[in-house]
Each structure stands twice: as C-alpha cells, then as structure tokens.
C-alpha cells in the first residue's frame, strides 16, 4: 500500500468516526457555522464537528502546523477534500479569513502577522469581513476614497464601505484603503486589518428584497488602526486585493458543493410541479422539462470542470484564469435554475412572506432572490466577464467612438433638402 493510500484509509476512517451521520447532508444558510467570537450550533452535533475538526488542525489542513494549520501537503489536501466530499460532509465552519486572508497574510505577511493572525483564524475564534466595496465606486474597486492618513505609529481611517457580508457579526475586517491620495489609483492603496471594535467604527445592515440582512454599510469616523496591522508593503496593496479575489472567486466557486442551494435536486421539483403523465402535458410543459434537462447537464459538466481544474492545481498549473470562468459559470447557472423552478412553481412561487404557502416554497422564493446576490458578490457577472476577457484572453479595450461634432447646415444643404 502506498503512502498516499495509508493516508486515505486513515482519512476515511476518521471521517466515519468523527463526522456525525447529521452532517452529511446539503445545509441551509442558517445552518452554516461561523466561527468567531460569537460562534454558535444548532445542534450538539454541530459543536463536536467543528471541535474534531479544529483539533485536528483540518480548518485549514495546508497550512503550516505552526500557525495552527494541518500541515498537510496539496495532495493530502485532495485527499481530504475528496473523502469529505465522498461522504456529503459539510465544512465544519465558514470562515472568510482562511478562504481569503489567510492565503495572502501567508504570502506577504511577516511571521509576527502569521502567528498573530493565522492562529485564531485556525482554533475558529475570529470572524472575518472584507471591507473592498464602497459607496458611489460602482464595479472600480480601485475608485476607493476610504483614507489612511500615516499619523506615525498608527493610521487614521476615515470613510466608508458597503456591501460588507455580515459587517455585524464579524470581529475583525480586512480592508483596502488609500494611503496615497495623490498617486494614481492602482498605486495609492494599501491593505489593513482592522478590529471592528475599535472606537468609530459604526456598522449599519442593509435591508434586502429576499428578507435578508447579511448586508452592510460600516463608516469609520478616526478610527485608529496600529501600523503592524498593514500586509504587506505601503502602497502595494493592489497586488494583494488581486490575489485575495483570486482565492474569493476560488472559494466562491466551490461554494455550492456543500451547501444549498447548489445541491437542491431541480429535477425533482420540476417533476413535483410539472408531472409529465403521459399525454395531458402541454408542450410548454415538456418544454420546460427540455430546459431543465439542459440545465442539469450544463452542471454536471461543471462539477467534471472544477474535478479537472483540482487535478491541475495539484499538478502546479496556473489556473486562477479557469477560477475566474468558473465563479462567472456557476452563479449564472444557480440564478438560471431558480428561474426555471419558479416558471415550473407557478403561482406557488409568489409566498414569500404570505400565509397559505409551505415554508418549503417560500423559502425557494427567498432563495431565488438572493441567487442574483451570488451574481454581484465576489465580482459581478459584468465584472467577470471584463476580467475574462482583459487578463485571461488578453483582448484589447474598445473604447466608444468619440462622437462627431454637429454639423450647422449650410444654406445649399436647407436648399438641397427643401428640393428632394
């Protein structure tokens, strides 16, 4: 038996005997656990999950062991992932500062920033936000105004950032600010942690349609920020932001592995609602059925995709152009099939919040809803596109054509025109 064998037998082995039978199965949004310091289960369950794992070092099974890592190799890594997978496992916890922080903090953080910051991220003590988005910068992530003014052995943050996912329950935020006003904009901005508990730091949900608030705007009002939580180089952190969204988009492209709504079987709902029976189905019915045979072969070969991108990673090949695709594939074919459910749902699908509706279908109504935030979070779907086409096919900008002056006719052009 090979090495790698031993190691998956011993992996399989204490994934039986550790993963609660409970927890093999496709989790809602409110059943996800976040870590942090303000950490909770909705079941026993849950907690003993999230301790095995943690104990383990498996949170972040790559990472060295002595930042609290599994320390694992790549391949083991696979391993792991894909006996998780193999068994329908859920993630014992979602954690922004591993999927995206920590991988950067890795690369470009001193070794006091990785002990300090890697460890809690490791023992799941510290929730995460990412404060890049901001308000009037539109899809211009480098259009941000928020200012970090060096006051010698701190910075003086003031501004503003939106679309913060769950500004209000995280402990600390890794933000983009402008540490040079005057340089050009890819050159003036530099990467910050912040603790969201810090005086003038003031965190306001945003209401959205799907009923929801993970949403938020946060203001910082003379915030200050100690100078050893600057990552990396003053000034450089436009190179860091790529790198973090690289790891977001990897992250946020394998996101609906283990979690509803991705693994909600559209099949079965398009039977439930639609049952063909043999010669009373309209053809708009059997239609319907066509496009969500479409629908599931077009995720299959996207589950085959994102296999083949793993084994090229692992295999060391760049594929932070195939992650891109892939975030811009999958939000379009979750949003897609929200919408063929609701054309096969009918008037059931208008419950939302009413009474006489199961909570099966209003909470299919809110989670069609929130699909089209899939679509924005992390890059929107028009800034994927952009992406894909600048940085991965190297295609060159058009820009509009400037438009031409206007003309003041002439005397014999209002004489020819009267003539014709």
């Known amino acids: 038996m090979s090495a790698m064998d031993a190691f998956r037998q011993e992996v399989r082995q204490w994934l039986e005997q550790n993963c609660p039978p409970s927890l093999r199965t496709p989790m809602r949004d409110d059943e996800m656990v976040w870590g942090g310091s303000q950490v909770s289960f909705s079941s026993e369950d849950q907690r003993l999950w999230f301790e095995c794992m943690r104990e383990r070092g498996w949170f972040a099974p790559s990472w060295p062991k002595a930042v609290g890592g599994g320390g694992l190799s790549a391949a083991e890594e696979a391993v792991l992932e894909k006996e998780m997978m193999r068994i329908g496992a859920r993630p014992p916890q979602i954690n922004l500062g591993i999927w995206m922080l920590g991988p950067v903090v890795l690369e470009y953080g001193t070794p006091e920033q990785q002990l300090r910051l890697l460890g809690p991220m490791c023992r799941g003590e510290i929730r995460w936000c990412q404060g890049f ?16 003014v060096d006051m010698g052995d701190h910075f003086l943050v003031n501004g503003a950032k ?35 508990r810090s005086d003038g730091v003031t965190v306001a949900p945003i209401d959205l349609i799907s009923g929801k608030s993970t949403f938020c705007e946060v203001f910082f009002d003379n915030v200050n920020v100690p100078k050893e939580n600057l990552i990396g180089e003053r000034n450089a952190g436009w190179a860091q932001a790529k790198k973090l969204l690289q790891h977001e988009r990897s992250a946020m492209s394998k996101f609906g592995q283990f979690c509803l709504p991705t693994h909600f079987d559209l099949m079965a709902h398009i039977r439930d609602y639609l049952p063909l029976d043999g010669g009373a189905s309209t053809n708009a019915d059997i239609a319907l059925h066509q496009r969500a045979i479409a629908a599931q072969m077009e995720e299959d070969a996207y589950s085959l995709t994102v296999q083949r991108m793993g084994e090229e990673a692992r295999a060391g090949q760049n594929v932070s152009g195939t992650m891109a695709i892939m975030k811009l594939v999958h939000t379009e074919q979750e949003k897609n099939k929200f919408e063929l459910l609701l054309d096969a749902m009918g008037f059931r699908a208008l419950g939302m919040d009413m009474d006489g509706f199961p909570e099966r279908e209003r909470a299919l109504t809110k989670a069609w809803l929130n699909s089209f935030t899939q679509t924005i979070a992390g ?36 004489n020819a025109g009267g003539q014709q």
């Open 133 to 148: 988005s901001e308000p009037n910068a539109g899809s211009d992530l480098a259009s941000i105004r928020t200012s970090a």
């Open 162 to 196: 939106i679309w913060t996912s769950y500004g209000d329950k995280s402990d600390w935020m890794y933000a983009l600010v402008r540490t040079a006003p005057d340089a050009p904009k890819h050159e003036g901005i530099s990467l910050l942690v912040l603790d969201m």
């Open 379 to 414: 890059g929107s779907s028009e800034v994927q596109l952009n992406v894909i086409a600048k940085r991965i096919l190297g295609l060159p900008e058009l820009k509009p054509a400037a438009p031409k002056p206007k003309q003041t006719p002439t005397a014999a052009d209002i």
